[in-house]
């Protein structure tokens, strides 16, 4: 059973416009959130993460938003850029499981000119 | 810089052949893990190590082993390589700070093929 999830596989942003990514899991024992973004033939980069106590993390041009209740993240990307064409992935962990890593499937994100 | 490095960026093996994934980082993190990627499913953890010597299964353990001797290095093992195999593996490396930020640093990719 998948315990982290992103019910898009693919996303189409306007250049200059919002990108707006989701995430949700099942585990409520999840205290740490990642967003991670790959490209192809390379290893995922870390983007930004958020803590379990908190409910909004900001980055520049990137910021996550946690909501506990709904066991709900989501990331936005404004304004987005071609270069963020990627596929990104949402991850978790916690403290209880040895911070292991639990990626979702991620979303492949095109940014138009 | 935290540095993951994966042996091989790319290697081709035989159906049958033992295969050898070598993964070695320089932070002194105490987790490490294998993850495979494919089109559609995203990454899928193969094995974690939290210590020397422990390992836990990941989802997908079947067909795999792992050895984690030094702190440093954590090898994936194929008995028995088969084409189902075939797939991009990566290693990632995490520190524990306790309520604080565990990011994971990934090495480049291992894309292996098996025929």
Sequence with gaps: ?113 | DVKVTQSSRYLVKRTGEKVFLECVQDMDHENMFWYRQDPGLGLRLIYFSYDVKMKEKGDIPEGYSVSREKKERFSLILESASTNQTSMYLCASTTRHHGGNTEAFFGQGTRLTVV
């Design chain 1, 1 to 113: 059973d998948q315990q982290v999830k992103q019910n898009s596989p693919s996303l189409s942003v306007q250049e200059g416009r919002i990108s707006i990514l989701n995430c949700d899991y099942t585990n409520s024992m999840f205290d740490y959130f990642l967003w991670y973004k790959k490209y192809p033939a390379e290893g995922p980069t870390f983007l930004i993460s958020i803590s379990s106590i908190k409910d909004k993390n900001e980055d520049g041009r990137f910021t996550v938003f946690l909501n506990k209740s709904a066991k709900h993240l989501s990331l936005h990307i404004v304004p987005s850029q071609p270069g963020d064409s990627a596929v990104y992935f949402c991850a978790a962990s916690a403290r209880t499981s040895y911070d292991k890593v639990i990626f979702g499937p991620g979303t492949s994100l095109s940014v138009i000119p």
